[in-house]
């Protein structure tokens, strides 16, 4: 077995940063891509893709991302939530590569969410 040296060990630190992140509730953002069936076959993986590729070409320790099954609403996917600290989550759908940049850009990195992408702003509730 190969010997650790510090450059691994530091590497390995920044892998696990972002669940330590997620587990004492520290981030700014939280990106949610709704992976059921559903979603996977409309593109969600495409969608999460780009949104692993502009976190780690960012280097951001604040942005949570993570995956949830389907949201009953098959017909809108590929979709995600992006719920903001502070701030109202909002349900972007119908996503595809341009768009989901294009959220990351104005919604995650300058709070402007993209109004003309999202289906609801607010939390669900069910009675």
Not at 41 to 48: D, F, K, N, P, T
Request: glycine share 8%; hydrophobic share 35%; net charge neutral.
């Amino acid at each position: 077995m190969a010997k650790l040296k510090v450059e691994d060990l530091k590497r390995i630190k920044q892998s696990v940063q972002g669940t330590v992140n997620l587990r004492d509730g520290n981030y700014r953002v939280k990106v949610t891509v709704h992976m059921g069936t559903c979603g996977i076959a409309a593109g969600a993986r495409e969608i999460m893709n780009v949104l692993l590729k502009e976190v780690e070409r960012r280097g951001l320790q604040d942005v949570i991302l993570t995956s949830s099954g389907c949201a009953g609403l098959c017909s809108h996917e590929p979709m995600m939530t992006l719920e903001t600290r502070g701030e109202a989550p909002v349900k972007y759908v119908k996503l595809d590569a341009e768009k989901t940049a294009r959220i990351f850009e104005d919604h995650v990195m300058h709070g402007n969410p993209v109004v003309e992408y999202a289906l609801s702003m607010g939390s669900e509730t069910t009675y």
